[in-house]
């Protein structure tokens, strides 16, 4: 499966934007889908992660601000962010994590998003 991410952008801080990761194909045997985040200097960093069964997961610092969604139906995933924070600041990345004989990973191309103070 191919990933592509969109919507990022500038954003002042306190303000909101909506990532979406659009798969080429199926995702409904996809076992997790995900965001990644790398902020300059850093490293890649989990954010986001909800299961087929709809179970989520969120990075301590995200919780209560960012909502992650899948839909099966139209194969996409949504992360909806708000009350951004400068550090909040940098390339997500859209993942789809699934099992075939071992566990693999497919990364989208990623989103740069830049939250300003």
């Known amino acids: 499966v191919q990933l592509q991410a969109s919507g990022g952008g500038l954003v002042q801080a306190g303000g909101s934007l909506r990532l979406s990761c659009a798969a080429s194909?199926?995702?409904?045997?996809?076992?997790?889908m995900g965001w990644y985040r790398q902020a300059p200097g850093k490293q890649r960093e989990l954010v986001a992660e909800?299961?087929?069964?709809?179970?989520?997961n969120y990075v301590d610092s995200v919780k209560g601000r960012f909502t992650i969604s899948r839909d099966n139906v139209k194969n996409r995933v949504d992360l909806q962010m708000n009350s951004l924070k400068p550090e909040d600041t940098g390339v997500y990345y859209c993942?789809?994590?699934?099992?075939?004989?071992?566990?693999?990973?497919?990364w989208g191309q990623g989103t740069l998003v830049t939250v300003s103070s």
């Open positions: 993942t789809a994590k699934y099992y075939r004989s071992i566990w693999r990973t497919e």
């Open positions: 194909g199926s995702i409904s045997g996809i076992n997790v």
């Open positions: 909800v299961a087929n069964g709809g179970s989520t």
